[in-house]
């Protein structure tokens, strides 16, 4: 969606290879952008607010996630919430969420019979129960839901890794379009400055070009850290990051029995652990043996030091585990226990440092996507890369709009000499090997392009 103007040669003679290659580039821009531009927009929006999730979730329902502290109040026992919390919603207990901070409420989630899981919150001083929600029915876990796209159901995710894909190729495509070619020293016009005014496509043209420069590195960097939710391409991934081990990453000891259930079945997980398996509590043999109960599996989980703010996934089964996770801010404090429900045994302990190599760098690339890396910061930065890719986006559709022929598409023009769209399509078809959708999603509009092309050739003949 960027133009230029090719110099000539001393003799006056067009540089016609170069005159090609760039028209090719633009038109697969064009391309590019008519595909990815609409979710690049609702992507920045969503996901530019919930980087500040843990700071709007308190403000948008503190009737439900905001408590009075209580000076040298203690909390009530967990079995005392979770009896309240069944009172007021019947049903079956099935997790419970600590407070992460001292003015935060408790979570207990319940399973009823008529209307799903319930998020039933309780201040944690009192005992009192302050509301409910569906499970994960939070503002905050709508623009989630809306960012990865499973509101629209479950073939959703596969539009994230033809997105991000195609966003790669834009960038690229952008970079090359943007090239200050033949410019003098000094000349930074439409380079890294603006020209013109807002009436003049020029000036939409600059603002384009000079915002994709600045942004076009935060773009490849999160469509990259966002692959991994992808349906294809992160699902083959998260299978050879974590090999056979169960679903655990490579060395994590998990030399007991191994159930069929999911932890991702039991609440929000990590990317490397959603299809870890859950152990099997040593069902009881001759005498009777009694679960040692919520309270003291809380007690057990305290006393290993978990972070504030972990879940407690309970047991449902006779040989199921107490399921304890937590994924806070700071990778390094990452953790999953799952506790055998009669014994109070650790049956599988891990942290981020269990991880293998890949699952590292894959779940360091999420927590930074998440602007949870790196504290206020991050956040600031990626905020910013939000704001500029809709600048982007924005600029990108009022340049065509001013540049497109009255009752025209405004496709960029086909270059004179076919063969230069070889290289191109060979650099396309690297990416779409990689990425098995991008390459699918690049033949059918190489299809298209094709099947357009004659046709309007006809139609001009005609």
């Not at 927009?41 to 209580?70: C, M, N, R, W």
């Not at 309780?122 to 499973?150: A, C, E, F, N, Q």
């Not at 043209?205 to 992160?234: E, K, Q």
């Not at 994590?252 to 159930?259: A, F, G, H, I, K």
């Amino acid at each position: 969606m960027c133009e230029t103007t090719f110099g000539r040669t001393n003799d006056g003679v067009a540089a016609r290879p170069a005159f090609d290659l760039y028209r090719a580039v633009w038109r697969w821009h064009f391309y590019a952008g008519l595909l990815v531009l609409p979710f690049m927009i609702s992507l920045a929006i969503t996901g530019g607010l919930y980087l500040f999730k843990d700071t709007l979730d308190p403000l948008l329902q503190p009737d439900l996630k905001q408590v009075e502290v209580v000076a040298g109040a203690k909390p009530v026992p967990v079995s005392q919430m979770i009896t309240a919390a069944l009172e007021a919603v019947p049903g079956t207990t099935v997790k419970v969420t600590d407070p992460e901070t001292p003015d935060a409420s408790a979570e207990i989630t319940v399973a009823t019979a008529d209307r799903g899981k319930r998020a039933v919150y309780v201040d944690p001083y009192s005992g009192k129960v302050l509301g409910d929600l569906p499970d994960r029915g939070t503002i905050m876990w709508t623009i989630r839901t809306l960012h990865s796209l499973k509101y629209f159901g479950p073939y959703a995710r596969a539009l994230i890794e033809i997105a991000g894909g195609w966003s790669i190729l834009l960038v690229g495509t952008g970079i090359y379009l943007w090239w200050p070619r033949g410019r003098t020293r000094g000349q930074a016009g439409g380079v890294v400055t603006l020209r013109g005014t807002p009436k003049s496509r020029m000036f939409w043209r600059d603002l384009h070009a000079v915002t994709g420069l600045f942004v076009g590195g935060f773009i490849v960097f999160l469509a990259m850290t966002g692959m991994p939710w992808s349906g294809v391409w992160g699902g083959k991934v998260n299978e050879w990051a974590n090999g056979t081990n169960f679903g655990y990453p490579s060395g994590v000891r998990v030399d007991v029995p191994m159930s069929d259930a999911r932890l991702a079945e039991t609440g929000p997980t990590t990317w490397s652990l959603e299809q870890a398996e859950l152990p099997l509590s040593r069902a009881p043999d001759g005498g009777e043996r009694k679960p040692i109960g919520v309270d003291r599996a809380i007690a057990i989980v305290e006393g290993l030091g978990l972070h504030r703010g972990y879940a407690l996934a309970l047991p449902t089964t006779p040989t199921g585990v107490y399921s304890a996770s937590v994924y806070p801010d700071d990778l390094s404090e990452q953790r999953v226990v799952h506790l055998d429900q009669y014994s109070g045994k650790p049956l599988v302990d891990m942290s981020y440092g269990d991880y293998g190599p890949a699952g590292k760098a894959l779940e360091w690339g999420i927590n930074t996507h998440m602007g949870q890396e790196y504290g206020l910061a991050n956040k600031l930065i990626l905020a910013a890369a939000c704001l500029a890719i809709v600048v982007l986006a924005v600029s990108a559709a009022v340049m065509w709009w001013k540049r497109r022929p009255k009752g025209s598409l405004g496709v960029p023009p086909l270059p004179e000499d076919r063969r230069v769209f070889r290289g191109l399509i060979a650099i396309l078809a690297i990416g779409g090997i990689v990425f098995p959708l991008v390459g699918l999603s690049l033949i059918i509009m190489l299809a298209l392009d094709f099947a357009g092309t004659r046709l309007t050739r006809k139609m001009r003949a005609a």
